[in-house]
């Protein structure tokens, strides 16, 4: 099968476009160029998504490693990225970022996402095309200093410029609830306004 026609099946079995598949299967076999094209255009269907993680346990990780796989089924692709290593330069990652950071000491961001944190000071640059959500762990009992670590991205990044999508979702430690339940209706409603913000991905009918 030539590659453009296997793509173009491909593109066509993603959610949202069952109802365009056999048409256009069809024509990537009498149109292997455009079916090619066709693969681009519905690949901008789907929001890209980068889940930075700061954890202490591997809790937030696990999370964000939920939320990457129920991405498709909100519309979207998603990477995740550890944030030991990163700095600033990873809020120019295209599409939107989604932290999922938990809390440590006084209610100081974790150990792996210090240097990040701090990059936003010793780099610290207009940061206004950036367009995020929050995931917050922590657990209420340390009153004051609950999901400190997120508060402390929160507040830099909007002396910065950056754009909060949606309510934070909080996942407190002593609640009943599931985390991961939790996590994901909030993650179906993030998307659904973040899609609603998106300039790079065409509205799938």
């Given amino acids: 099968m030539h590659i453009n026609q296997h793509l173009l099946r491909l593109a066509a079995s993603r959610p949202g476009a069952n109802h365009r598949r056999d048409h256009l299967a069809q024509w990537g076999d009498y149109c292997p160029y ?4 066709l693969f681009f255009a519905f690949a901008r269907l789907y929001m890209q998504i980068t889940l930075l993680v700061g954890t202490v346990f591997g809790n937030a990780r696990q999370i964000a490693q939920t939320l990457a796989l129920a991405a498709p089924d909100c519309g ?10 990163q700095t600033i330069a990873v809020f120019d990652t295209p599409g939107f970022l989604v932290l999922c950071c938990s809390t440590t000491g006084q209610g100081d961001a974790p150990d792996n996402a210090q240097g990040l944190y701090q990059s936003l000071d010793a780099q610290a640059r207009y940061l206004g095309h950036v367009r995020y959500g929050l995931v917050a762990l922590g ?25 909060l999508v949606g309510e934070v ?3 407190d430690a002593l609640a009943a609830d599931e985390p991961d339940a939790v996590a994901l209706a909030w993650f179906a409603s993030w998307a659904e306004q973040a899609r609603s913000l998106d300039t790079s991905a065409s509205s799938p009918t």
């Fill in 76 to 85: 979207a692709s998603a990477q995740v990225l550890d944030m030991q290593d």
């Fill in 139 to 163: 657990d209420s009992s340390y009153g004051e200093t609950f999901y400190g670590g997120a508060k402390a991205f929160q507040n830099r990044l909007q002396d910065l410029g950056a754009q």
């Fill in 34 to 37: 455009h079916a090619g094209l």
């Fill in 169 to 171: 979702c909080i996942l």
